[in-house]
């Protein structure tokens, strides 16, 4: 297919140029880097022109940026500050960009900007491809009557009431090029048999006022606070939560088998504690580890080891040694399955103690091992529990704050315990209105717990941004939320800090939603950790439709299983089943900035496609790749339809090899 | 940018003929594309006894090739409906359209510009591509589209309080150039050297 280049500047002739800059000596140049033309370049050709002909004429070029879409003001903000001081000592700025671009830059700064370009007309506006079909947005859409060709774009007058009679052999008389539109309409829709059509449904007067002032105004205001809400970036997909919402936590039986593997936490693999033939109890320690990050492994059932062995694993790439337990149903619980305290008997450094010999992670997806967390060195001021459960389709966490908010509180006022912090605040998603108002009838006066309520918007979970959203406050990349002030953790993690102080219980089931498409038996269950997804698949009654596929976590960013044959593990907080991506191919970038658009770590994941498919990993790390949290949101929106996520894991493994 | 608003009802129902299907472009849908108001449409079309043999979601019709291979995906419901109806913006109907020109195919959305050429956040800034950007002249401001009657050669005087007589909510362009000019401590002489006949021909 023929592709169209849409770049909508070009520069202005030498004259101009020169005439513009009357009286500057001192230029800055900015240009952006085009946007809807297919990617080819990292630098484009303008600015060495500019360059040249500002040389040439005696001034002086101070120094020289280009960024990727300069009319998007958040980002073009960010770099002109870090390029401040440079900038100010420029008489003038001069900037290569369509008038979008120069009038945002014009808004930032305090100091002359002068346009170098001249903003090309395309004739009508152009789709998210490089497609030459054009719309004029007239607000009157006339296509059903004309056959599908639009009379006011292909018409050079733009009429909508037929043919002018200028037209020769076919040709517009604007130009020998241009076919006449209405002669196109007419063939097409006699085509069709259709051209009596012309004649009933005449269309009728423009109306002009239609994209009007007002109308604009209100629809920019409405688009650009939704997009900007809270934090940058980000995407609102559709919620699916409506199956399962309602749906109380019901208990599932340990099934014959349960396959524990030793890795469940970011960190060191733990060492098996027990080999076959060994009786185990329930909750047990069967892992451990000497590592400086790791967490120890319980069993979930009271049987017989039968095996210690390498098996699949459903996150990690490798098999993981796995202990395989037979279950004897009798559900004996270990001897040190003990209460350690309450709230207000256990001590400060016990909770540490007794979240570590726990296991508790982080229970949100990412698997933290959650003692690490407390036991650092850096101050806490907010703890921080994470209600938001972002991912379209889960309400694990949902439920249990439903069900069980007294559990919650508790556990956080643990945590704030073990941190010596006073403020802790649970942030609740406003799609979860029951959980908000369960919660809010049970925190103790006094007790420094705040509750609040933040609007929907993916990836709000993800613990960057939430921060960003409730404290306003920014972690530096490569940083962690401690790093300013904050421990973050995931509502189900709180559950097990309070189970394991309370009870002394360690983290040996939870809460799991299991819904989608073809589920029979959707609902929310608490499950051993352990438990095949076979069997699960078999207890509630899952058949995998065609073009679809089960993963675990959430419906964006979840692991597809093909093999079924994996265990729950401590960071599953869902089983579901998604349609599959479209079977559509990768097509070239076209830059048409939706990505950067929506990445809340404010990285160009365009521009990290294109170093990744030139194995340039330099520049993927100068760029930011190790910042990506595979949120997945770029790949939902991109249009050339890459499947970024994959592609930056890869990025991050290779740049990661390259530092060893 | 483009974003598009679901037609009414009777703009659409007296064009259909025989089994209808519906396809729906969801790729802008994220901000831009009245879902709610479709799926609101599609009920009361079904309610008015329309024919519907089948409804396809996709996103990005307006990319040719893809549209193509779907094409291949979905021929069998294409093929037995008479009229499709697309809801998407002008530039996905065109694209369908041109693809099966043997086909009745009818827009089912009608649509609109926002300022703003890349991503999705429309831009506060709107360019109208005139061809002989003057913001060198106009400390960024633009006139064209700043100015609610893009005049080039100074305010027009319906301005009150520094609004627009268009609408209230409209600051008027030229009281905006003269105060950033004031900022910046800029004279008028480049004003005076910009005016010239706007060149449509560009």
Same mark, same amino acid.
């Given at each position: 297919m023929q592709k169209i280049d849409y770049t909508k500047y070009k520069l202005k002739t030498k004259i101009e140029i020169l005439e513009m800059l009357t009286g500057h000596k001192r230029v800055y140049i900015l240009s952006c880097n085009k946007c809807f033309n297919e990617f080819t370049l990292d630098v484009e050709p303008e600015t060495a022109e500019l360059n040249k002909t500002l040389n040439e004429a005696g001034k002086t070029t101070i120094g020289f940026m280009a960024l990727d879409f300069l009319c998007n003001k958040y980002l073009t903000e960010k770099a002109l500050n870090n390029a401040k001081k440079d900038i100010e000592e420029a008489d003038a700025v001069a900037v290569i960009s369509c008038g979008v671009g120069?009038?945002?830059?014009?808004?930032? &700064?305090?100091?002359?900007?002068?346009?170098?370009?001249?903003?090309?007309?395309?004739?009508?506006?152009?789709?998210?491809?490089?497609?030459?079909?054009? %719309?004029?947005? %007239?607000?009157?859409?006339?296509?059903?009557?004309? #056959?599908?060709?639009?009379?006011?774009?292909?018409?050079?007058?733009? *009429?909508?009431?037929?043919?002018?009679?200028?037209?020769?052999?076919?040709?517009?008389? /604007?130009?020998?090029? =241009?076919?006449?539109?209405?002669?196109?309409?007419?063939?097409?829709?006699a085509g069709q048999n259709r051209q009596n059509i012309l004649i009933e449904q005449q269309p009728k007067l423009r109306n002009y006022n239609l994209n009007s002032v007002d109308f604009v105004e209100t629809y920019v205001k409405s688009v650009?606070?939704?997009?900007?809400?809270?934090?940058? #970036?980000?995407?609102?997909?559709?919620?699916?939560?409506?199956?399962?919402? =309602?749906?109380?936590?019901?208990?599932?039986?340990?099934?014959? &088998? /349960?396959?524990?593997?030793?890795?469940q936490h970011a960190g060191a693999v733990c060492e098996p504690l027990v080999k076959k033939g060994d009786k185990v109890k329930a909750g047990q320690k069967i892992g451990d580890s000497k590592a400086l990050v790791s967490?120890?492994?319980?069993?979930?059932?009271? #049987?017989?080891?039968?095996?210690?062995?390498?098996?699949?694993?459903?996150? *990690?790439?490798?098999?993981?040694?796995?202990?395989?337990?037979?279950?004897?149903? =009798?559900?004996?619980?270990?001897?040190?399955? *003990?209460?350690?305290?309450?709230?207000?008997?256990?001590k400060k450094e016990d909770i540490l103690t007794v979240v570590k010999e726990a296991g508790i992670v982080g229970m949100g997806g990412a698997q933290f091992p959650t003692h690490i967390k407390l036991n650092s060195s850096k101050p806490v001021d907010t703890v921080l529990l994470n209600g938001c459960e972002c991912e379209p389709l889960l309400n694990a966490d949902q439920r249990l704050m439903v069900e069980q908010p007294e559990k919650i509180i508790t556990g956080l006022r643990l945590l704030m315990k073990a941190t010596g912090t006073t403020k802790g605040i649970i942030a609740v998603e406003d799609n979860k209105p029951e959980a908000f108002e369960t919660l809010k009838k049970y925190i103790p006066e006094g007790s420094g717990v705040e509750l609040l309520q933040v609007k929907t918007k993916y990836p709000e979970g993800a613990e960057?941004?939430?921060?960003?959203? /409730? *404290?306003?406050?920014?972690?530096?990349?490569? #940083?962690?939320?401690l790093d300013v002030g904050v421990l973050v953790n995931n509502i189900g993690t709180a559950a097990a800090v309070y189970d394991a102080v309370y009870s002394g219980l360690p983290l040996i089931k939870r809460v799991i939603t299991v819904a989608g498409t073809g589920v029979s038996k959707p609902g929310n269950?608490?499950?051993?950790?352990?438990?095949?997804?076979?069997?699960? /698949? =078999?207890?509630?009654?899952?058949?995998?439709?065609?073009?679809f596929e089960l993963k675990m976590g959430g419906a964006i960013m979840g692991f597809p299983q093909d093999d079924l044959e994996v265990p729950v593990i401590k960071g599953t907080n869902g089983i579901i089943v998604v349609m599959k991506k479209d079977d559509l191919n990768e097509e070239p970038c076209i830059k048409c900035g939706r990505c950067v658009n929506v990445c809340p770590m404010e990285l160009k994941p365009h521009k990290l496609v294109h170093y990744a498919k030139a194995e340039n990993w330099d520049k993927s790390e100068k760029d930011g790749v190790l910042n990506c949290i595979e949120c997945g949101c770029c790949e939902d929106i991109c249009s050339s339809k890459s499947r970024m996520v994959e592609i930056f894991r890869k990025s991050k493994k290779m740049v990661r090899e390259r530092k060893k | 940018m483009l974003i598009t608003r679901v037609k009414k009802k009777d703009a659409i129902l007296s064009l259909c003929k025989g089994k209808t299907l519906l396809i729906a472009c969801f790729g802008c849908k994220e901000v831009h594309f009245e879902e709610k108001e479709y799926q609101a449409l599609k009920e009361d079309l079904k309610t008015s006894n329309l024919n519907i043999s089948g409804e396809i979601q996709l996103d990005y019709l307006c990319n040719d090739d893809y549209t193509n291979k779907?094409?291949? +995906?979905?021929?069998?419901? $294409?093929?037995?409906?008479?009229? $499709? $109806?697309?809801?998407?913006?002008?530039?996905?109907?065109?694209?369908?359209?041109?693809?099966?020109?043997?086909?009745?195919? +009818?827009?089912?959305?009608?649509?609109?510009? +926002?300022?703003?050429?890349?991503?999705?956040?429309?831009?506060?800034?709107?360019?109208?591509? !005139?061809?002989? !950007?003057?913001?060198?002249?106009? @400390?960024?401001? !633009?006139?064209?589209?700043?100015?609610s009657k893009g005049l080039l050669n100074g305010q027009c005087g319906g301005a009150k309080k520094?609004? !627009?007589? @268009?609408?209230?909510?409209?600051?008027?362009?030229?009281?905006?150039i003269y105060n950033r000019m004031t900022v910046l401590k800029k004279d008028d002489l480049t004003l005076k050297k910009m005016i010239r006949v706007r060149n449509y021909n560009k």
């Amino acid at each position: 297919m023929q592709k169209i280049d849409y770049t909508k500047y070009k520069l202005k002739t030498k004259i101009e140029i020169l005439e513009m800059l009357t009286g500057h000596k001192r230029v800055y140049i900015l240009s952006c880097n085009k946007c809807f033309n297919e990617f080819t370049l990292d630098v484009e050709p303008e600015t060495a022109e500019l360059n040249k002909t500002l040389n040439e004429a005696g001034k002086t070029t101070i120094g020289f940026m280009a960024l990727d879409f300069l009319c998007n003001k958040y980002l073009t903000e960010k770099a002109l500050n870090n390029a401040k001081k440079d900038i100010e000592e420029a008489d003038a700025v001069a900037v290569i960009s369509c008038g979008v671009g120069v009038q945002t830059i014009a808004e930032l &700064l305090n100091i002359p900007v002068i346009t170098m370009c001249d903003t090309v007309n395309q004739g009508g506006y152009h789709g998210i491809s490089l497609n030459p079909e054009k %719309c004029g947005a %007239c607000g009157e859409c006339y296509l059903s009557v004309t #056959g599908g060709i639009c009379p006011v774009v292909d018409c050079s007058k733009g *009429l909508i009431n037929g043919a002018c009679g200028g037209a020769k052999n076919g040709k517009c008389e /604007v130009s020998k090029e =241009k076919e006449c539109a209405w002669e196109n309409i007419f063939r097409r829709l006699a085509g069709q048999n259709r051209q009596n059509i012309l004649i009933e449904q005449q269309p009728k007067l423009r109306n002009y006022n239609l994209n009007s002032v007002d109308f604009v105004e209100t629809y920019v205001k409405s688009v650009q606070a939704k997009r900007n809400e809270g934090f940058y #970036g980000g995407i609102y997909p559709e919620e699916r939560k409506e199956f399962t919402s =309602k749906m109380a936590v019901e208990k599932i039986a340990a099934p014959d &088998l /349960v396959y524990i593997p030793l890795q469940q936490h970011a960190g060191a693999v733990c060492e098996p504690l027990v080999k076959k033939g060994d009786k185990v109890k329930a909750g047990q320690k069967i892992g451990d580890s000497k590592a400086l990050v790791s967490a120890f492994i319980h069993s979930s059932v009271s #049987g017989e080891v039968i095996s210690v062995e390498s098996k699949k694993h459903p996150l *990690l790439p490798f098999p993981v040694p796995t202990i395989i337990i037979k279950n004897d149903k =009798k559900d004996e619980k270990d001897t040190s399955i *003990l209460p350690k305290g309450t709230i207000d008997t256990i001590k400060k450094e016990d909770i540490l103690t007794v979240v570590k010999e726990a296991g508790i992670v982080g229970m949100g997806g990412a698997q933290f091992p959650t003692h690490i967390k407390l036991n650092s060195s850096k101050p806490v001021d907010t703890v921080l529990l994470n209600g938001c459960e972002c991912e379209p389709l889960l309400n694990a966490d949902q439920r249990l704050m439903v069900e069980q908010p007294e559990k919650i509180i508790t556990g956080l006022r643990l945590l704030m315990k073990a941190t010596g912090t006073t403020k802790g605040i649970i942030a609740v998603e406003d799609n979860k209105p029951e959980a908000f108002e369960t919660l809010k009838k049970y925190i103790p006066e006094g007790s420094g717990v705040e509750l609040l309520q933040v609007k929907t918007k993916y990836p709000e979970g993800a613990e960057r941004m939430l921060i960003k959203r /409730v *404290l306003n406050r920014e972690v530096p990349r490569g #940083g962690l939320p401690l790093d300013v002030g904050v421990l973050v953790n995931n509502i189900g993690t709180a559950a097990a800090v309070y189970d394991a102080v309370y009870s002394g219980l360690p983290l040996i089931k939870r809460v799991i939603t299991v819904a989608g498409t073809g589920v029979s038996k959707p609902g929310n269950y608490e499950i051993p950790i352990g438990m095949l997804i076979s069997d699960i /698949v =078999k207890i509630c009654g899952i058949q995998i439709p065609v073009n679809f596929e089960l993963k675990m976590g959430g419906a964006i960013m979840g692991f597809p299983q093909d093999d079924l044959e994996v265990p729950v593990i401590k960071g599953t907080n869902g089983i579901i089943v998604v349609m599959k991506k479209d079977d559509l191919n990768e097509e070239p970038c076209i830059k048409c900035g939706r990505c950067v658009n929506v990445c809340p770590m404010e990285l160009k994941p365009h521009k990290l496609v294109h170093y990744a498919k030139a194995e340039n990993w330099d520049k993927s790390e100068k760029d930011g790749v190790l910042n990506c949290i595979e949120c997945g949101c770029c790949e939902d929106i991109c249009s050339s339809k890459s499947r970024m996520v994959e592609i930056f894991r890869k990025s991050k493994k290779m740049v990661r090899e390259r530092k060893k | 940018m483009l974003i598009t608003r679901v037609k009414k009802k009777d703009a659409i129902l007296s064009l259909c003929k025989g089994k209808t299907l519906l396809i729906a472009c969801f790729g802008c849908k994220e901000v831009h594309f009245e879902e709610k108001e479709y799926q609101a449409l599609k009920e009361d079309l079904k309610t008015s006894n329309l024919n519907i043999s089948g409804e396809i979601q996709l996103d990005y019709l307006c990319n040719d090739d893809y549209t193509n291979k779907r094409f291949e +995906l979905h021929k069998k419901e $294409i093929d037995e409906a008479e009229t $499709i $109806i697309i809801f998407s913006c002008g530039v996905g109907v065109q694209t369908f359209a041109g693809l099966i020109p043997g086909k009745t195919v +009818l827009s089912g959305c009608d649509t609109y510009v +926002l300022p703003g050429f890349s991503g999705f956040t429309p831009s506060s800034h709107d360019c109208e591509q !005139c061809g002989e !950007c003057m913001l060198g002249f106009t @400390v960024g401001i !633009c006139p064209v589209t700043a100015c609610s009657k893009g005049l080039l050669n100074g305010q027009c005087g319906g301005a009150k309080k520094g609004k !627009c007589e @268009v609408s209230k909510n409209k600051d008027c362009g030229w009281e905006r150039i003269y105060n950033r000019m004031t900022v910046l401590k800029k004279d008028d002489l480049t004003l005076k050297k910009m005016i010239r006949v706007r060149n449509y021909n560009k």
